[in-house]
């Protein structure tokens, strides 16, 4: 059974930085492409930023380009989310997800539990 447990949301003022992690199982982490995406209230779910454990591409939205970073731990099966100069607009419930290499909510067949981010101006 596919897991995905998100943590690390909260509430900060713009210009701040926090770190989101996914606990993955249930599937070779290591061979997939996970991700997160997002939802704003009011909003469509979007594609916020995608890892290819593979090979270890990465890929961005470009709403958060230069600003936040993907990466994971393969020994410990976990996908993070560095987002640094965090933006009010940026405030949204965040999901972990796989497979993202699709790039669209209609691809994903997992989706964890979201953790919320608000960003305070």
């Known amino acids: 059974e596919v897991q995905l447990q998100a943590s690390g949301g909260g509430l900060v003022q713009a210009g701040e930085s926090l770190r989101l992690s996914c606990a993955a199982s249930?599937?070779?982490?290591?061979?997939?492409?996970i991700g997160w995406f997002r939802q704003a209230p009011g909003k469509e779910r979007e594609a916020v930023s995608c890892i290819s454990n593979g090979d270890g591409n990465m890929y961005y939205a470009d709403s958060v380009k230069g600003r936040f970073t993907i990466s994971s731990d393969n020994a410990k099966d976990t996908v993070y989310l560095q987002m640094n100069s965090l933006k009010p607009e940026d405030t949204a419930v965040y999901y972990c997800?796989?497979?993202?290499?699709?790039?669209?909510?209609?691809?994903?067949?997992?989706w964890g539990l979201g953790t919320q981010v608000t960003v305070s101006s």
């Open positions: 997800a796989l497979p993202c290499r699709g790039w669209s909510p209609n691809d994903i067949n997992y």
């Open positions: 249930g599937f070779t982490f290591d061979a997939s492409h």
